[in-house]
C-alpha cells in the first residue's frame, strides 16, 4: 500500500466522538444556529464510497486504484440508521435531503431508502453521475424521488473520457438525462465541474447543448476538495469569465435565488430559453450563508465540505443512544460550528488535509 493511501486513510478516519449537551440548551423553536447565525438546512448523506468513475477531480486512478481500502459493509450505516439521523435532523430545520456518494446509485437497493425517506416533510433529491438512470430513474420516481443532479464534465467525447478516466461516453449519460426526465425527476440539473486548461472548451457547447431542453446546466469553480486531486490556483476559471463566455454568443441576464443560501448564482438567457447556474466557491465564497451538514457514510457529520474531522454519530446508534441524547449530540456540533474555509483560503489550506470528496458527496 502506498504512503498517499495510508495518508488519506489517516484523513478519512480523522474523528470526534460526537458530545452531548443539556436539553435545555436547545432553543424552544427547535431550531439550530451556528456560531455566525446560520441555520442547519440542508443534509447531505452519503450511502456510499465507491464510484464507477475515476474522475481527475475527485477519485484519480493514481489513488482510488484496485488496492483502494474501501469501507466495510458493516462499517456503512444502515438504512434505518440513515432514516433516524434524517428524522432528527428534519425535526430541527432541515427542509432539503440530498443522497450523495460516491455513486449512489452503485448501493444496493437504493430505492428502499428512497421510499423511508420521502415519507418526511422535504425536498428529496440524489446526485448522481447518471450511469445508472436508465435502468433505476422509473423505480427511484416511484418511490419518492423528487428530482436528480447529474454530473457531466463536458458535451464532446474525448474531453469527457478524459475526464472519467473510465473512458464513459456522453451519449450514454444522456440516456440517464433522458430517462430521468421520462420519469419526471425534474427539473434537471447538471453539474459541470470547469478546470482551467482541460474543459473550459467545453463551457459554451455544454451551455448550447442543454439551452431549451428545461435541464439547468451550472458550472462549478474546480475547489481543492479533499488531498487527491493536485488542485493549483491557477486551474481555476473565475465564474465571471464563464458567464462572460456563454454571454458572448447567448445573452444572460441575472435573476434572484430560488431561496435564501443557494449557493448557484442564477442567469437566464435573455431570449427566454433557459437558464445557467454558477458555483464560485473559490472566487466568491459564500460560506456566510451556508447551511449545509454532511452524513458519510460511515456516520460521521462534518459541517464543511473542506473539513479536516468528522462527527461520530454511528457510535451513539450502534450504542443504544435514545433520540434526545442523539439530538443533543447534533446541537453540540452545529452550534459550535465556525466553518468559513473558502473564506480564508491560501496556498498552505488548500494544501492541508482534507476529507475526500467521494466519502461526504460534494
Not at 28 to 34: E, F, N
Not at 95 to 109: A, F
Not at 297 to 324: M, P, Q, V, W
Request: charged share 25%; hydrophobic share 40%; proline share 4%.
Amino acid at each position: 500500500m502506498s504512503e498517499k493511501i495510508i495518508h488519506l486513510l489517516d484523513t478519512r478516519t480523522a474523528t470526534r466522538a460526537a458530545a452531548l449537551i443539556p436539553a435545555q440548551a436547545i432553543p424552544a423553536t427547535g431550531r439550530l444556529d451556528d456560531t455566525r447565525g446560520r441555520p442547519v438546512r440542508d443534509l447531505r448523506i452519503s450511502v456510499t464510497d465507491r464510484c464507477n468513475f475515476r474522475c481527475i477531480y475527485c477519485m484519480p486512478k493514481s489513488v482510488f486504484d484496485e488496492d483502494y481500502p474501501y469501507l466495510a459493509r458493516a462499517e456503512l450505516l444502515s438504512f434505518e440508521e440513515i432514516e433516524r439521523i434524517a428524522k432528527l435532523f428534519v425535526a430541527h430545520g432541515v427542509n432539503k435531503l440530498r443522497i450523495t456518494g460516491g455513486e449512489p446509485l452503485l448501493r444496493k437497493n437504493i430505492e428502499r431508502l428512497i421510499e423511508r425517506l420521502a415519507r418526511l416533510p422535504v425536498e428529496l433529491t440524489l446526485t448522481t453521475n447518471g450511469t445508472l438512470l436508465p435502468q433505476k430513474a422509473r423505480a427511484l420516481r416511484d418511490a419518492g424521488l423528487s428530482r436528480v443532479t447529474v454530473s457531466l464534465d463536458a458535451i464532446d467525447d474525448e474531453t469527457f473520457r478524459r475526464m472519467n478516466d473510465v473512458d464513459f461516453p456522453v451519449s450514454q449519460v444522456l440516456e440517464g438525462i433522458d430517462a430521468a426526465h421520462a420519469a419526471g425527476l425534474a427539473p434537471i440539473k447538471v453539474n459541470m465541474v470547469v478546470k482551467r486548461g482541460t474543459n473550459e472548451h467545453a463551457i459554451v457547447p455544454m451551455a448550447r447543448h442543454f439551452r431549451g431542453s428545461g435541464h439547468i446546466v451550472r458550472f462549478i469553480e474546480f475547489m481543492d476538495v479533499g488531498s487527491s486531486n493536485g488542485w493549483k490556483m491557477d486551474e481555476v476559471l473565475p465564474s465571471a469569465d464563464v458567464v462572460a463566455m456563454i454571454d458572448a454568443e447567448m445573452p444572460l441576464e441575472p435573476i434572484d435565488p430560488n431561496y435564501p443560501g443557494e449557493v448557484a448564482q442564477r442567469w437566464r438567457y435573455r431570449d427566454g430559453s433557459g437558464e445557467v447556474g454558477v458555483i464560485s466557491s473559490v472566487t466568491q465564497a459564500f460560506c456566510s450563508s451556508c447551511t449545509r451538514a454532511r452524513l458519510s457514510t460511515e456516520g460521521k457529520i462534518y459541517t464543511c465540505l473542506f473539513a479536516t474531522e468528522g462527527h461520530d454519530l454511528r457510535a451513539l446508534l450502534r450504542e443504544g443512544r435514545s433520540d434526545e441524547d442523539i439530538t443533543s449530540a447534533i446541537a453540540a456540533i452545529w452550534q459550535v460550528r465556525s466553518d468559513r474555509y473558502s473564506e480564508i483560503r491560501t496556498a498552505e489550506t488548500a494544501a492541508s488535509r482534507k476529507i475526500e470528496m467521494s466519502y461526504i458527496g460534494g
